[in-house]
């Protein structure tokens, strides 16, 4: 696809810099040799539009019979959007999903009332060196379908909308942003791109959606005459026409946003709610263990073994 020149409008310069609302340093854990990297849910920001919890996966390089093992465990009230920039990585859900997550696709298992899913490298992936680096979020349902029925949604690669043009490639991963669209059904109004920047390109963010933000994977943004690096993500102001302009070396970063949450969210281990009570059944519901009647089932496939709830 030819570039879009909507993604080319001139560049705030000087007193811009007020643009930005909140600047959000992810904080940094090591899961025993594979670091994340979570810029939401933060102090500053509890979300950017529907996105409620925004982590990067590594870059993480695994020995022959090392690798991710994260056991079955649920969710509620969210939905997960797994996009790997390198590697794969193995999901199975309750629902009977055991599909094989590839680099550029994107993946968003809807958990509404209830989903258990795992997440591993296993089999031949496991059975040489691999690789992994990734971002995974969730998004926070609206009030009127947190109750919805849980739902596994899948597009390769090559459906994903690109847009080229004046040192920017940028993937429309959900939603639309800049005249092109992303052909799944989302649960809320939602955009949410990957974009590689040359030295010095810049790119503006959509202007028909009230929230918006910028996490930068590697190299360094500037907006506003400020610089900022790998692992800092940026919150703007609503409604003011906003560009990001790569450093020298180039910069690659993803766009995400929407609208505006219908009210704050309780969060607790895996589950995302509007109120307390919606939290309290789950964990009751997940602690019975009733995987044949229940609440939640284990993946077919995978249901030897699971995550106990917290205890607090």
Do not use: C
């Amino acid at each position: 696809m030819s570039w879009n020149p909507i993604l080319d409008p001139s560049i705030p310069m000087g007193d811009a810099i007020d643009a930005i609302e909140t600047v959000i340093v992810a904080r940094a854990r090591d899961l025993g040799g594979f670091e994340v990297r979570r810029a939401l849910p933060s102090v500053k920001r509890q979300m950017v539009g529907p996105f409620i919890f925004f982590d990067q996966m590594g870059p993480a390089e695994f020995l022959t019979g090392q690798g991710v093992d994260v056991r079955p465990h649920p969710h509620i009230g969210l939905a997960t959007v797994t996009y790997l920039l390198k590697g794969k990585m193995h999901h199975r859900d309750s629902l009977g999903t055991d599909a094989w997550i590839e680099p550029g696709e994107v993946n968003l298992m809807l958990a509404g009332r209830g989903i258990t899913h795992s997440e591993r490298t296993d089999g031949a992936v496991r059975q040489a060196p691999a690789s992994l680096f990734g971002l995974q979020t969730w998004l926070a349902l609206p009030k009127d379908q947190e109750d919805s029925a849980a739902d596994f949604r899948n597009l390769a690669a090559g459906a994903l909308p690109v847009l080229e043009g004046e040192g920017k490639t940028v993937r429309l991963i959900l939603g639309d942003a800049w005249g092109a669209k992303v052909p799944m059904q989302l649960p809320s109004e939602t955009f949410y791109a990957d974009a590689t920047l040359a030295p010095h390109a810049a790119i503006p963010l959509p202007d028909n959606h009230e929230d918006r933000g910028v996490y930068v994977i590697s190299g360094e943004v500037s907006q506003g005459g400020q610089a900022y690096g790998a692992g800092t993500m940026l919150v703007f102001r609503p409604g003011d026409a906003i560009s990001v302009k790569a450093g020298g070396q180039g910069a690659r970063i993803m766009l995400l946003g929407g609208a505006t949450m219908d009210g704050p969210r309780h969060i607790w281990w895996n589950f995302v709610a509007s109120s307390q009570d919606r939290i309290e059944a789950a964990k009751e519901a997940w602690r019975a263990g009733d995987w044949a009647h229940g609440r939640f089932q284990l993946p077919p496939g995978d249901h030897d073994e699971f995550i106990p709830a917290p205890e607090h």
